[in-house]
């Protein structure tokens, strides 16, 4: 599976984003999606994931309310809806593919990687 993250870009605080991340192959509903991001100095973190059928969502306590992830399995293509964004929200997001795990707010689960978007938030 070939992962590309899209739609990053410089927003405003309080102003939204919609994060694409489109999948190869023709097996994407195999896969649970996960969203984490990097800022400067930081490591990775989790920001959001995504069962394989859509149903089961999970998100960071500093995103919930704010951001949803979605998914469409008939177009191999994830989302994050990124609503009232904060300075603090800036980082690059990388979107994520597991086949199977245990704690998918772990980097370590997932398989494959996209090669990430920049989202800059500015006060």
């Known amino acids: 599976v070939q992962l590309q993250a899209s739609g990053g870009g410089l927003v405003q605080a309080g102003g939204s984003l919609r994060l694409s991340c489109a999948a190869s192959g023709r097996t994407f509903s195999s896969y649970v999606m996960g969203w984490f991001r990097q800022a400067p100095g930081k490591e990775r973190e989790f920001v959001a994931i995504?069962?394989?059928?859509?149903?089961?969502?999970n998100y960071a306590d500093s995103v919930k309310g704010r951001f949803t992830i979605s998914r469409d399995n008939a177009k191999n293509t994830a989302y994050l809806q990124m609503n009232s964004l904060k300075p603090e929200d800036t980082a690059v997001y990388y979107c994520?593919?597991?086949?199977?795990?245990?704690?998918?707010?772990?980097?370590?689960?997932?398989?494959?990687w996209g090669q990430g978007t920049q989202v800059t938030v500015s006060s």
């Open positions: 994520a593919a597991a086949k199977s795990g245990s704690n998918y707010r772990s980097p370590m689960v997932y398989d494959y």
């Open positions: 995504i069962g394989y059928t859509g149903s089961n969502l």
